[in-house]
């Protein structure tokens, strides 16, 4: 029995939905990259793009757990010696609710190139829920919010 490696003729991409409404960002992270890396399907070779597209919306009420709106850093340079500036969530998420889920699901991912090509190309993060993307009729995929037992 040989080991299967795809070739261009034999990947598909899909389109996929995700509501980001309370779901907890590390959960959200973690499923949106598998979907963008291509992990979830038996033909999954890891030298090509064999990922599906990804359109993540409602970013604004993603749900950071702990003290993490307040403790958490994003940290910035801007290149110039000193001018470094660190964001906490809270106001990145006021500000720009998606770059916060970008950067979660980028560390997520391997730091090669294609990961950054994938990334790039296969991510759209929308911070309410409207997208433009309707016409490549995307599939809705669920994140199920951890079960709170009383």
């Given amino acids: 029995m040989k080991t299967f490696t795809a070739t261009p003729d034999d990947i598909s991409h899909e389109w996929h939905v995700v509501d980001a409404a309370d779901v907890p960002l590390g ?11 291509g992990k979830h399907k038996p033909t999954y ?9 990804v359109v993540v919306i409602n970013a604004e009420k993603v749900r ?23 964001t906490a969530a809270r106001d990145m998420l006021a500000k720009h609710p998606d770059r916060v889920i970008e950067k979660a699901v980028f560390g997520m991912l391997p730091k090669t190139s294609l990961a950054k090509q994938k990334l790039r190309g296969k991510l759209k993060v929308y911070a309410g829920t409207e997208h433009p993307h309707a016409a490549q009729q995307p599939r809705p995929f669920s994140v199920t919010p951890p079960q709170v037992s009383a």
Avoid: C, E, W
């Fill in 64 to 86: 950071l757990t702990g003290r993490k709106l307040d403790n958490k850093k994003y940290f910035r340079h801007t290149g110039y010696m000193g001018h470094d500036s660190m």
């Fill in 27 to 37: 959960r959200l992270a973690s499923a949106v990259a598998q979907l963008i890396r």
């Fill in 45 to 53: 070779t890891p030298h090509m793009d064999g990922g599906d597209f």
